[in-house]
């Protein structure tokens, strides 16, 4: 038993978890929970304030990895291969459906959970000093998603995944000077074919996770060096720089038992230096509002965790992944649709290939990079920053309805066509 | 070392390492552009010129071209290669124009652009009559609209 005993602490090194010792240590003994910090202010936990969109696009990404890893097993990035391995996928592969579901609604999950994000962050006003690069990161974050996802509908080799890479190849040879060669990279030659099906295998499974696990622990890292999770709006201190106070009555801010700096506590110093801290620092009286991050954070992140899995495979047991027919260069689908988060872009490059799919989607994203640093209002009050909400709202509003448009509003041939109006495709 | 040997051995050693990055940074560009492309060759053989009708277009699936004849002009070819973004432009008998499924470009039977948002009209392509007797295509060499090979 002794032996045991051993064993386990010899793992466990901790204090056991009912004393505050024991809580601290469990997170910053352990590799994988010390990017926590060992208390979290309890406001920044409030469900309402994040939506927790941040950990479910995370967790929806874990997800993307583990499926996608198990889908490897069975997919070859040929072209006489592709697809018949995607049909072995959709009819022999034991849960092969429900693993190709649950990789292509994560996807489209995280696609949705990372713009969402996004708007939260903006909303809240999160992005603001210091957090202004982490904001950055989290624009590359957002593109490479999106590439993710474009590389990953390459894949299936069918008359979707064909024209939509034939399309944003070709968008892509509208670049300035660089375009065609660019595109030429891009695909390994000049049409799409299996050079250009294994290039796209190799960014999809390798590069691009590569950057995104990077930028992604950057992400994490500057989150809480910066200041841990942003507290929500409406506990934001006061702009007044005093507080009236009846002399003889005590301040109702005043907590019942603030203490200065115990006796009690120990602190590991790496080194004594001078100056101020870049991020923003807990006083005595807000630590009091700090509660351990086991359990308070870790059992949200948990039901979060849940929550996302269990979530998504619902809908991948009740939802298949689309496929259409094997990819066929000599037809056209007529419309030939991209998915449902490219249709903007999709309309915007229907009026002009330079200026909607290159110069509008480079511009939004210099737009984007800039928030930041243009938007130098330090208050996070929304009555304080109208005008910043306004053009946000603008910008968001006309990504949607671009979407709307391309998905619902156009028919064959791209023409405008009310989604209650049935029109039979005028191939002839 | 003074100041003067840091700063010229400093700036050499700058000089070289961003050299040996940028020579790196081609050598990987090039790298990723194949030597060899294994793709179907840009000329080719279409077949006798008895093979093809005249009046309509002819739609040759693999070569993604139309062939026209015509009972006094003769031979032309067109490209089906949309100038926009790349896709397929199905020919309508109906009106006699091409039309892209993709975003709407309207070609007429020119090959110049109607309405939509492609930018350029479609390509015409070199048709000749090789030795065997049968029409042979060049998509390397475009040639004007008005191009004609008579048979």
């Known amino acids: 038993m002794n032996l045991i005993r051993d064993i386990y602490q010899s793992i466990v090194r901790r204090d056991p978890l009912s004393t505050d010792k024991g809580k601290s240590e469990l997170v910053f003994l352990n590799v994988w929970l010390h990017i926590h910090p060992a208390k979290v202010k309890k406001e920044s936990l409030k469900f309402k304030h994040t939506f927790y969109l941040g950990f479910i696009t995370f967790f929806l990404f874990v997800i993307l990895v583990t499926t996608g ?31 190709r579901g649950m990789h292509r609604w994560a996807a489209h999950g995280m696609v949705v959970c990372v713009f969402l994000h996004m708007c939260r962050v903006f909303y809240t006003g999160s992005y603001k000093k210091p ?33 939509a890479i034939t399309v944003g190849t070709n968008i892509g040879s509208y670049a300035p000077l660089v375009g065609g060669k660019l595109r030429e990279i891009l695909l390994g030659g000049h049409t799409v ?80 230096v001078t100056g101020k801290p870049i991020f923003e620092t807990i006083t005595p009286d807000e630590e009091e509002d700090a509660v351990f991050s086991y359990p308070y954070a870790f059992f949200r992140e948990a039901i979060a965790l849940m929550v996302t899995v269990t979530g998504i495979m619902a809908i991948s047991l009740f939802f298949r992944a689309p496929l259409e027919e094997l990819a066929n260069p000599a037809k056209t689908p007529n419309p030939a649709k991209a998915p449902w988060y490219f249709l903007g872009l999709q309309e915007l490059v229907s009026h002009s290939a330079l200026l909607g799919g290159v110069v509008a989607p480079t511009l939004m994203v210099l737009a984007l990079l800039a928030i930041p640093y243009f938007d130098r209002n330090p208050s996070r009050r929304p ?36 989604p209650w109006v049935h029109v039979v495709a005028g191939a002839e | 070392m003074n100041r003067r040997n840091f700063l010229s051995w ?55 071209i139309f062939v026209f004849r015509d009972r006094e002009k003769g031979f032309s070819v067109a490209s089906a290669v949309c100038t926009h973004l790349g896709c397929t432009v199905a020919h309508f008998q109906s009106d006699n124009r091409f039309h892209c499924p993709c975003h709407g470009s309207v070609f007429a039977p020119d090959g110049s652009v109607i309405h939509g948002p492609a930018p350029k009209p479609l390509q015409w392509f070199e048709v000749t009559l090789a030795r065997d007797g049968q029409l042979r295509v060049d998509k390397d060499k475009v040639v004007p609209a008005g191009y004609r090979l008579m048979v």
């Not at chain 1, 053009?391 to 041939?413: D, H, K």
């Open chain 1, 69 to 99: 890893i198990a889908l490897m097993f069975y997919y070859r990035p040929y072209p006489p291969h592709a697809y018949q391995d995607m049909k072995d996928l959709q009819f022999v592969v034991f849960m092969g459906p429900f693993l």
């Open chain 1, 193 to 272: 074919g299996e050079a250009a099906l294994l290039r796209f295998y190799v960014l999809h499974v390798a590069i691009l996770p590569s950057f995104m696990i990077l930028l992604t622990v950057v992400h994490f890292w500057r989150v809480r060096k910066d200041g841990g999770l942003s507290r929500p709006v409406w506990k934001l201190k006061p702009n007044k720089p005093e507080q009236l106070v009846t002399i003889g009555a005590p301040p109702q801010t005043a907590p019942l038992n603030a203490v200065a700096a115990s006796t009690d506590k120990t602190y590991g110093l790496m080194e004594v």
């Open chain 2, 10 to 64: 400093g700036s050499a050693g700058v000089v070289t390492l961003g050299t040996g990055v940028a020579v790196s940074l081609g050598a990987v560009v090039r790298f990723l552009m194949p030597s060899v492309f294994y793709e179907p060759p840009q000329t080719f053989k279409i077949g006798t010129p008895g093979d093809f009708a005249f009046g309509m277009p002819t739609f040759l699936v693999d070569e993604k």
């Open chain 1, 131 to 163: 957090r202004q690069f982490n904001w950055v990161v989290g624009v590359f974050l957002l593109l490479l998603t999106l590439g993710l996802s474009f590389t990953g509908y390459l894949l299936p080799w069918d008359q979707l995944a064909f024209w």
């Open chain 1, 383 to 418: 009555s304080d920053r109208k005008w910043a909400i306004w053009l946000f709202t603008i910008f968001v509003v006309a990504n949607l309805v671009l979407i709307v448009i391309g998905t619902f509003f156009r028919g064959p041939g791209w023409a405008l066509v009310p």
